[in-house]
Every structure is written in structure tokens, then in C-alpha cells.
């Protein structure tokens, strides 16, 4: 829902953007109702699994707004959209959460907000909105970074480090 209303704020001041979010379940209906009917925040649903590289190749900025969890725990969550947004070459604002803060570097690869903070996620959208350039530089750097490091051959490889050791050992 964080989105949904950063996005209503964003349409209303700026006239030249607009945002997809793609996706279904429990908050989806909560989103819609706050976004309202906006011809400039697209609600997508449920997109085919082939078809989300080019959901997401229409866009020029990959937001992973995520949220701390209500009781104070840490945050987990699989990484797997974030290595999808950083192969993209796209620019990302992600919340500084769990394994995201830990994957990503705060203007070299993507631009890192506090979680639920809304007024941070408002300005990162509208700064890299603005900054062609700064864009282009972190999805380069991101995409770098998950061919270097993060590819499933690379994941592969370092659960073979921690194989058990041979009964000769």
C-alpha cells in the first residue's frame, strides 16, 4: 500500500509518469482503493512468468518498496525479484531491509530507503524520475554486480563449499 500512495502523490505533482504495479494477492484490492481510479497507476494482476522481462523492461525505474515486519523482527525474504530487477539493467530503490541492504550499495547500484518510509520512496522516485543519467549508471552497476556475483551457476557453486566432507576426511 506504501506504493499505492507514493503513487497517487507522485500522478497528482507530476503529470509525466506513471506506474505499473504488477502482481495479485491479499493487498492488492487495499492498493487499488487507495490509488483510486488513476489512468496513471496500472494495476496489472497476476502477470505469466515469461512475460514479467518484458513488464519489466517497460519500465525505467524497479521499485522493491518492502516494509519492516510489525512484531520488530528482522526482515527475510527471498532475493530472487531483486536479482530480476538488477539483471534488468534498470535502476532500483529498494528499502534498506534484510537482504536487500546486504545486496545492494546505496547510490552505486541501486538507491536504498528506509522501510515504509514514505517520504523517502516519494523522493528517490522523483530524483532518479529527474536523473536520466544516475538511472543509467545504477541498473549498469546493478546488472554488473548479479552476473558477477549472483547468477544461479555462482549460487550453485558456493553451496559446493559447504558440502559435507568425504568420509576420508
Known sequence: DILSKV????????KDIYF??????????????????NERIIFTGSVPRNLVPEHLAACDILVNPTV?????????????????????GKAIISSSLGQM??????????????????????EAIIMLMNDKQLREKLGKNARKKVVREYTWK????????????????
Do not use: W
Request: aromatic letters at 8%.
Open 68 to 88: 519492516p515486519n510489525p512484531d520488530g523482527t528482522e526482515f527475510f525474504g527471498s532475493p530472487t525479484k531483486l536479482f530480476e530487477y538488477m539483471a534488468m
Open 101 to 122: 541492504k546486504d545486496i545492494l550499495e546505496h547510490e552505486k547500484d541501486a538507491i536504498l530507503v528506509e522501510g515504509g518510509n514514505k517520504k523517502e520512496l516519494k
Open 154 to 169: 555462482k549460487n550453485a557453486e558456493s553451496c559446493l563449499l559447504y558440502t559435507s566432507p568425504s568420509p576420508r576426511d
Open 20 to 37: 505499473m504495479l504488477m502482481g495479485d494477492g491479499y493487498y492488492r484490492k487495499q492498493a487499488e482503493e487507495i490509488a483510486g481510479r
Open 7 to 14: 503513487a497517487k502523490e507522485i500522478t497528482k505533482e507530476h
